[in-house]
DNA sequence: CCCTCTACTTACCAGTTGGTAAGGCGACGT
DNA sequence: ACGTCGCCTTACCAACTGGTAAGTAGAGGG
C-alpha cells in the first residue's frame, strides 16, 4: 500500500474517464483495476459522482499549477504562446488521460462542467490579460481575446488528444508525426499572431 | 408512421449518441423517445451496436453529400475555406448533434472509429489534394496539407461545438456571440492562410 | 485486555442493461 | 376464408449497475 489505495483510486478513475468516459466506466472496472473491492472506493469517495469530483479537482489543480510555472518561467508575445503549445503537447504525449478528461467533462453538463470552469477561470483571465496586453505592446496581431484563446485551445487539444481523427486523415500517429504536428501547429499559429508592420 | 419506426429511430439515436454519448444512452431511452419498445429497435437493427453503424453510416453520407455540395458550389483558395468553415459552423447551430457523433464516435476506437475514418477519407482526400492545389498555385499560404486539416478541423470543431468551453472562457453562448467566433475563425484562418506576397 | 478507529470485505439489494422467445395483428395475396 | 409476411408487443432473462448494511482484521491507546 505504497501510495494509498485513494490515491491509486484517482488515478485509475482519472485514466479510465479521460479515456472511455465516465458513462462507460463503473466501479467494479475501477476496482478491478486498483485490486480492491469496488466498497473500498465507495468508503474513501462516497459515490461515483463525488470520486468524479475529487478526480477533477486533483486535475485541475495539476493543469493550473502546470501551466502558470509555464507563464512564470517564459517570456512575451509569441515565445509564451510557443511554450504553452509546446507544454500541451509534452502533456498530451506523457499523460493524454488529463486532457481527455477535460474533453469528457466538458460535455457532462450541470454539476461537473462548472466546477472545472470555475477551477480553470483564474488561469484563463490571466491568460486573457496576458494577451490584451501583449497586442496593445504590439507583439501579437490584435484578435479578440477569449476566442483566439477558444481556437486556439480547440486547435492544439484536437491535434494533441485525436490520434483516430490523425489517424482518418491518413497520418499514422507517432512520436515523429505528433512532433512534426506540433511544429505545423506552431508554424501555423506564428503565421496568424505575428503582428502586421 | 409517417416517417417509418426506423427512421424515426435512426433520428433519435443520432441525437443521443451525439449528444449524451453511446454508452450512456439505453435502448430504452431511445425506445421511450421515439414510442415504441426497446424490442421494435432490435427488430430493425439487431443490436446497440449495430444501430450505431446504421448511424454512423447514414451521419456520414450526410455529410459528405454536404461538404461535396460546397466544394462544388465554391470557387477557389481562400473563398472555399471560408464556405466551409460557414457551412461547419451552420451545421453546429442547426444540428449540432451530428458534429457531436463525429467527436463521440472519434474516441470509441476499433470497430466504429475506422468505419467512420473509412467513410470520410474520400472527402478528406479530396479536400487535400484541393489544398495542393491551391498552394501551388500561390493562392494559398503553404502548409503541410493533412496536419492544416487537422488544425482547421480541429479549431473548428471545438469552437462551434463546445459551448460548454465557451461558457468556461466567459463567453455566454449565442446566436450572436456564435455568428462572432465564426467571423473571428474566418479572421484567424485568413491570417494563417493568405500568401505571404 | 479491551476499546476504538481506520480501512477495508462479504453479503446483499433494487433497478437497469442489452438481448431472446414467442405471440399478436393488420395488410395482402390467393 | 386462409396462409403468411412484416412489424411490433408482452414476457422474460442473466448480467451488471451504483449503493447500503453489517461485519472484520489490525493498529494504537488507556
Redesign the interface.
Known amino acids: 500500500m505504497a501510495r494509498g489505495t485513494a490515491e491509486r483510486v484517482l488515478d485509475e478513475a482519472l485514466t479510465a474517464f479521460g479515456?472511455?468516459?465516465f458513462?462507460?466506466t463503473s466501479l467494479d472496472d475501477l476496482a478491478g483495476g486498483v485490486g480492491v473491492t469496488k466498497q473500498a472506493i465507495l468508503y474513501h469517495f462516497g459515490s461515483k459522482e463525488q470520486l468524479l469530483e475529487a478526480v477533477i479537482d486533483r486535475s485541475v489543480a495539476e493543469l493550473v499549477e502546470l501551466y502558470d510555472g509555464v507563464a512564470r518561467g517564459t517570456t512575451t508575445g509569441l515565445a509564451r504562446v510557443e511554450a504553452v503549445v509546446r507544454t500541451t503537447f509534452a502533456v498530451a504525449a506523457r499523460r493524454p488521460e488529463l486532457l481527455g478528461l477535460l474533453?469528457q467533462v466538458?460535455?457532462l453538463?450541470d454539476p461537473h462542467?462548472p466546477r472545472?470552469?470555475r477551477g480553470?477561470?483564474d488561469l484563463?483571465?490571466r491568460a486573457?490579460a496576458h494577451l490584451v496586453r501583449e497586442m496593445d505592446e504590439g507583439r501579437l496581431?490584435r484578435?479578440?481575446p477569449?476566442?483566439?484563446?477558444?481556437?486556439?485551445?480547440?486547435?492544439?487539444?484536437?491535434?494533441a488528444t485525436?490520434p483516430?481523427?490523425?489517424?482518418?486523415?491518413?497520418?499514422e500517429p507517432s512520436l515523429k508525426s505528433m512532433a512534426?504536428?506540433r511544429r505545423?501547429?506552431i508554424?501555423?499559429?506564428r503565421?496568424?499572431?505575428t503582428p502586421v508592420s
Open positions: 479515456t472511455r468516459g458513462a462507460a474533453r466538458s460535455r453538463g462542467t472545472l470552469a480553470m477561470h484563463l483571465e486573457c496581431r484578435h479578440e477569449r476566442l483566439l484563446l477558444l481556437t486556439a485551445y480547440s486547435a492544439v487539444m484536437g491535434v485525436e483516430e481523427v490523425m489517424r482518418a486523415m491518413g497520418v512534426r504536428a505545423e501547429m508554424v501555423f499559429l503565421a496568424a499572431l
